[in-house]
Nanobody, 118 residues
Framework: VQLQASGGGLVQAGGSLRLSCAASGRTFDSYTMGWFRQAPGKEREFVAAISWSSGYTYYADSVKGRFTISRDNAKNTVYLQMNSLKPEDTAVYYC????????????WGQGTQVTVSS
């Protein structure tokens, strides 16, 4: 079972990126799924989550209004559209099933690096 995040890269402040998280080995269509990030020297932090039906989304205050989470259960994929990126968004981004704002299980994978230059 693996969750593979992709779509990261280097972007200037104010730019946009779209991250994808594809599941293999099992489906997560009955789970709330979330995105997390970890900057160098910092703890991993919650970014956003989406309910299994896509009817409910919630975000960290630091990204609210700039990031949008979505999912396509038919493709077993979760997305994170990131707009108006800031240097403080620089981190490795991961996805995982969540309860509240906590990841569950051990599905972190390698993540995808997002670097925002000023």
């Amino acid at each position: 079972v693996q969750l593979q995040a992709s779509g990261g890269g280097l972007v200037q402040a104010g730019g946009s990126l779209r991250l994808s998280c594809a599941a293999s080995g099992r489906t997560f269509d009955s789970y709330t799924m979330g995105w997390f990030r970890q900057a160098p020297g910092k703890e991993r932090e919650f970014v956003a989550a989406i309910s299994w039906s896509s009817g409910y989304t919630y975000y960290a205050d630091s990204v609210k209004g700039r990031f949008t989470i979505s999912r396509d259960n038919a493709k077993n994929t979760v997305y994170l559209q990131m707009n108006s990126l800031k240097p403080e968004d620089t981190a490795v981004y991961y996805c995982a099933p969540v309860v509240g704002r906590e990841g569950i299980g051990n599905y972190w994978g390698q993540g995808t690096q997002v670097t925002v230059s000023s």
